[in-house]
C-alpha cells in the first residue's frame, strides 16, 4: 500500500508542480467579513499542512512530508519557501527531475532568489550542463556578495557567513578548476576553509586544484589535511594515493587503497594508473600480483597486463 501511495504521490508532485494552482481567491462575490474569515481559514489550513509536513520531516517520512508540502501549495501557489522545501526534499528521495522542476517554479515567483538559484546550478553541474551550472552558479555568488556588502564583480571577495549558499561556492570552484581557471578556484576555497563544516570536502578539493597544476607537493599537504579533518573520507584517501603513485611511493598508496578496497582491486588500480602514465615494467608487477591474488581481477588484470607486455615488447625491438 505504500508503495502504492508513493506513485501517487510523485504522480500529484508532478502535476502541481507543472500547472498553475487556482484552488483560492477565485471570486469576489463574499461579504467582508466572509471574505476575511475565509482568508483565515485558508491560512490555517495552510499553517497545518505545514505543520504536518514539519513533523513527518522530522520523522524522516519525507514522501509523506512532502504530500502535505503539496497541499499548503495549494493554498499559495507563490510560496517560495515551500516550492524550495520541495525541492530539498526530491533531491532527498534522489528524484532530481521533480526537485528541479519545483525550483524553476520558485524563480519564476522571484527570479533572484539565491537557494532556488544555487540549486539550480549544482543540478546543472551534476549533469553536466556546464554553461548553464557557471551561469546559475556565477549569478548565485553575485547576489549573495551584493549582500555581503561589495560589488558584484568577485573581485575582492568578501568572507562569507551562515546564510551564504556554500555548496553552490564550493560548485563554481570545481567547475572554474576544470575549466582551468585554477587561481579563481582556490581563491573561493580560501573563503570556505573558514565556515564550512565539511572540511575534507573542502581541503580534497583543494588539493585536487593543485593536482591538476602537477604540484603534487601542495595537493598531498591539503589531502592530508582532509583526512585529519576527517580520517575515514574515502576520496582523500584515493587522491593522496595517487600522488603517492605518481611520486613512486608505492608502498603508501597500496596501503591507503587497500582502506578502501580489496588488496587484489588495489593491485590493479596501481597498476592500471602506471600503465597509463607509461611506467609500463612497474605496472607489470602491480597486475600480477592483483591476478595472483583474486580470480575475481583475471579477466580485468589479464587485459591490462596484455597491453603493458606489448609496450614493453615494443620497447624491446624499437631502435
Not at 70 to 95: H, M, P, T
Not at 135 to 153: F, G, M, P, W, Y
Not at 187 to 212: A, K, Q, R, V, W
Amino acid at each position: 500500500m505504500m508503495k502504492y501511495f508513493n506513485r501517487k504521490y510523485l504522480i500529484i508532485s508532478s502535476l502541481l508542480l507543472s500547472f498553475t494552482v487556482t484552488s483560492v481567491g477565485c471570486t469576489n462575490t463574499t461579504a467582508p467579513n466572509d471574505a476575511t474569515q475565509e482568508l483565515a481559514n485558508v491560512e490555517q489550513s495552510k499553517n497545518e499542512n505545514i505543520r504536518l509536513a514539519k513533523v513527518e520531516k522530522q520523522n524522516n517520512n519525507l514522501e509523506k512530508a512532502i504530500f502535505y508540502y503539496i497541499q499548503a501549495l495549494e493554498y499559495d501557489k507563490d510560496d517560495i519557501d515551500i516550492l524550495c522545501e520541495i525541492g530539498n526534499l526530491q533531491n532527498r528521495l534522489d528524484s532530481p527531475e521533480l526537485a528541479i522542476r519545483a525550483f524553476k517554479q520558485a524563480l519564476t515567483v522571484k527570479p533572484d532568489h539565491v537557494p532556488a538559484l544555487a540549486q539550480m546550478g549544482i543540478y546543472y553541474l551534476e549533469h553536466k550542463h556546464t554553461d548553464k551550472a557557471k551561469d546559475a552558479l556565477e549569478r548565485t555568488i553575485k547576489l549573495d556578495q551584493k549582500r555581503l556588502h561589495t560589488n558584484v564583480s568577485f573581485e575582492p571577495f568578501i568572507a562569507l557567513d551562515s546564510e551564504s549558499p556554500l555548496l553552490a561556492y564550493n560548485a563554481l570552484a570545481v567547475l572554474s578548476d576544470l575549466g582551468s581557471r585554477h587561481e579563481y578556484a582556490r581563491d573561493i576555497f580560501d573563503l570556505l576553509i573558514p565556515i564550512s563544516e565539511d572540511l575534507s570536502l573542502i581541503y580534497t578539493n583543494m588539493g585536487y586544484s593543485y593536482y591538476l597544476t602537477s604540484n603534487y607537493t601542495l595537493a598531498e599537504d591539503y589531502y592530508k589535511k582532509a583526512l585529519d579533518a576527517n580520517s575515514d573520507f574515502e576520496r582523500a584517501k584515493l587522491n593522496l594515493g595517487l600522488i603517492y603513485v605518481r611520486t613512486g611511493q608505492y608502498n603508501q598508496a597500496l596501503q591507503l587503497f587497500k582502506q578502501v578496497m580489496s588488496t587484489a582491486q588495489a593491485y590493479n588500480d596501481i597498476g592500471y594508473f602506471l600503465l597509463l602514465d607509461g611506467r609500463y615494467q612497474e605496472a607489470e608487477y602491480f597486475l600480477q600480483n592483483a591476478i595472483d591474488l583474486s580470480p575475481s581481477y583475471l579477466e580485468r588484470s589479464h587485459i591490462n597486463l596484455e597491453n603493458v607486455q606489448l609496450y614493453l615488447h615494443e620497447a624491446k625491438i624499437s631502435p
